[in-house]
């Protein structure tokens, strides 16, 4: 099992920036692909951004494209999520997940093996 944390939510003005992370312990994430996702009061979680196992491949949600950036650092077991030109649509609850495939597709289709538990992001006008 992989447990998945994430940290760095908070409360923001439009147009700031925020940087989320996402750490994984009990084991290595290293072969696996991750994900961000995000829901907001009374919707559905919707896809964010996914990296693939060596950060080699990327996609995104059309809505965050060119302001998010999903990154990761094998070395510190870690996944990142610049959040920039922030807007208060993207106020939503992030949740960070992980896939044993190490390609994009399971966790884009909204599949992965594991999730994580969440960190608020609200952002103001």
């Known amino acids: 099992q992989v447990q998945l944390v994430e940290s760095g939510g908070g409360l923001v003005q439009a147009g700031g920036s925020l940087r989320l992370s996402c750490t994984a312990s009990r084991r290595t994430i290293s072969s696996y692909a991750m994900g961000w996702f995000r829901q907001a009061p009374g919707k559905e979680r919707d896809f964010v951004a996914a990296i693939s196992w060596n950060g080699g491949s990327t996609y995104y949600a059309d809505s965050v494209k060119g302001r998010f950036t999903i990154s990761r650092d094998n070395a510190r077991n870690t996944v990142y999520l610049q959040m920039n030109s922030l807007k208060p649509e993207d106020t939503a609850v992030y949740y960070c997940?992980?896939?044993?495939?190490?390609?994009?597709?399971?966790?884009?289709?909204?599949?992965?093996?594991?999730w994580g538990q969440g960190t608020q992001v609200t952002v103001f006008s």
């Open positions: 997940a992980a896939d044993t495939n190490p390609h994009l597709a399971p966790v884009v289709a909204g599949r992965p093996d594991y």
